[in-house]
């Protein structure tokens, strides 16, 4: 430890940020900042950096048509210091092996900022689901399963659903593994059916802990709110449900939208209205309950707060500056890219970060997985009060630490994960 620690140069291969940023690139270089502030020693900043555990399969599938086709897949156990490792199993056709990597850490650090007892992970199959049929997309989580029994585990690796991949598949995934185990396994995989084990309140779960984050900076900067006017990007499960609850705590949406159009309403939209629309219709568009507006326009609204809940990289140099809302809370994963902090740094935006704001949903797989191993399930009541707690807890972890530091929430919340894993990892020790 002593001779590491007189080494001139404290970091090897220090993330580069590129021109163009990737959201993963953009997280990394976050990370880097944190250890830096930390003063990381250089072996657990390696270790640390570093995933546990990469595997590459091939799953050969015989398609409807006879045909033998055969599709890669990944799972990466980025670690399982603090646990067992968490992460869910995206299908995407250009998914590679560097961003499930990227994915994994990410989870890592999610799961420490809300001090869940995982490690992080992530899965993948570079597949297009569209122009699979059901019973191919079964074959195929079937057998991507089975070639991996020797990682996952309720103890070892507990996949999820991601980008593509539903209640079903993780039934299919808890089926594979309880058929191999010969008895019925449900704390396997986490986001399965209720009838299967999965828990309450799970579909909300991401939406709710981002409005009770969001009401908690809405409190350290004054804002009230009955009558806060609020922006929200994206309208699917985070985005809607976000725009619910805080309009049910008297806020007034002021904007929405979603792939197809978005819509600025001053006196505030009509949210069960828009959901309604939406139930039906599929896409906000054609929607009266607001003017349109393009999609920059309703990132650059005035307003007290902002959600962007659709996707990465909304927010980066190029628009920072014409942010106006006084808090962005990240429903999404990476809206925001590192250009852009120094630019929200200096005009004083509190950005709440996605490791904190959206991590309502690895919280309440962690009740999922927690119910499923005791064999009990809570009532809907004890799920949200619970997520409320933790939600509670982590904001005022990650404020607090922000503050001793001196640094924006976003480097708070890594610098508490990081310190975290890595004093773990310290008494732990590194075995032989
Ligand atoms: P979703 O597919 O249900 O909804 C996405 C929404 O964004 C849709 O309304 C879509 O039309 C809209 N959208 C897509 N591209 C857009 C664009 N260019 N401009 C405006 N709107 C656009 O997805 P989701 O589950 O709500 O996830 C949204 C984000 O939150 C993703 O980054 C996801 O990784 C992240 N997230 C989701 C969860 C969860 O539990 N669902 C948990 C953590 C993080």
Known sequence: MERAAERPTPYHEPTPIPDKENPFESMMARFDKAAEILGLEPGIYNYLKRPSRQVIISIPIQMDDGRIEIFEGYRVIHNDILGPSKGGIRYSPDVTLDEVKALAAWMTWKCAVMNIPFGGAKGAVRCDVTKLTPVEIEKITRRYTSNLLDIFGPDRDIPAPDMNTNEQIMAWVMDTYSMHMRRTETAVVTGKPLILGGSLGR?????????IVTLQAMAKLGIKPRGATVAVQGFGNVGSVTAQLLAEQGCKIIGISDVSTALHNPKGIDIPKALAWVAKNKLLEGFKGGEPISQEELLELQCDVL?????????????????????????????????????????????????????????????????????????????????????????????????????????????????KVAKTLKIRGIYA
Request: glycine share 8%; proline share 4%; with cysteine.
């Open 203 to 211: 579909r909300e779960a991401t939406g709710r802990g981002c409005m």
């Open 307 to 419: 959600i962007p809940a659709a996707m990465e990289e909304q927010i980066t140099a190029a628009n920072a500056a014409k942010v106006r809302a006084k808090i962005i809370a990240e429903g999404a994963n990476g809206p925001t890219d590192a250009t852009a902090d120094p630019i929200l740094q200096e005009k004083g935006t509190l950005v709440i970060p996605d490791i904190l704001a959206n991590a309502g949903g690895v919280t309440v797989s962690y009740f999922e997985w927690a119910q499923d191993r005791a064999g009990y399930f809570w009532t809907l009541d004890r799920v949200n009060h619970r997520l409320e707690r933790m939600m509670r807890q982590s904001f005022d972890a990650v404020y607090e630490k922000a503050a001793e530091f001196k640094v924006p929430l976003r480097i708070g919340a890594y610098i508490l994960a990081i310190d």
